[in-house]
């Protein structure tokens, strides 16, 4: 579930839609958890689905790190790609914001930790990066655990409305790191194998 201060707008023609904030949402917000109505299919699954569903599921899902297509109920399915992502998933089944988004701001992932199966050539943003590839997760982790790691400083500062949708065991997990000042679990857990 998206976070509730979002909306879907249309950004422009190469990206289509996109979800954008309606408030300000501070660093170190919960802008997403997978729930309960998010589907999780096994690629099995949707091998044998039509061919015109395959290519939604293609489109609108990402891979967790079983392998498994998560395609998402609600305006997350609709969050654009950006080699400056102001959104990072975490190895708990929720994205933080990693820096202050600002009401009409689009809220972004870095495609590179969704586990792609394809490489693709992404719009240009000035970056050293130009190409999202499958292993982008194998070389970027240590920057987005620091980002997140940064992001985390402020997680029980901020107002989370989203924070009722995690688990209790995973939020004193968490808690219990911050408190005794513990590195959280590592983004690289969330990296699929294929050859498992």
């Known amino acids: 579930m998206m976070h509730p201060d979002t909306e879907l707008r249309f950004i422009n023609e190469e990206m289509g839609y996109g979800v954008v904030a309606t408030k300000f949402i501070p660093k170190g917000t919960i802008?997403?958890?997978?729930?309960?109505?998010?589907?999780v299919l096994p690629p099995e699954k949707v091998e044998n689905m039509p061919a015109t569903?395959?290519?939604a599921?293609?489109?609108y899902s990402f891979r967790n790190s079983n392998g498994d297509l998560v395609l998402c109920w609600d305006l997350a399915k609709y969050v654009n790609h950006s080699f400056n992502s102001n959104c990072i998933s975490t190895a708990?089944?929720?994205?933080?914001?990693?820096?202050d988004i600002h009401p009409g701001e689009q809220l972004t992932d870095d495609y590179g930790y969704l586990n792609?199966?394809?490489?693709?050539?992404a719009q240009d943003e000035g970056t050293e990066r130009d190409t999202v590839?499958?292993?982008?997760l194998l070389n970027y982790h240590q920057e987005w655990d620091s980002k997140l790691s940064e992001a985390f400083e402020?997680?029980?500062?901020?107002?989370q409305p989203l924070a009722l949708l995690i688990p209790s065991a995973t939020m004193e997990?968490?808690?219990?790191?911050?408190?005794e000042n513990l590195p959280l679990d590592s983004i690289l857990s969330l990296y699929y194998r294929e050859n498992n």
């Open 57 to 59: 599921v293609d489109k």
């Open 116 to 121: 792609i199966s394809e490489p693709f050539k």
């Open 53 to 55: 569903i395959q290519q």
């Open 154 to 159: 402020f997680f029980e500062e901020v107002k």
């Open 173 to 179: 997990k968490i808690r219990k790191k911050l408190q």
């Open 92 to 99: 708990y089944d929720f994205e933080l914001a990693v820096r």
């Open 133 to 136: 590839y499958p292993d982008d």
């Open 31 to 39: 802008t997403w958890v997978q729930d309960h109505l998010d589907q």
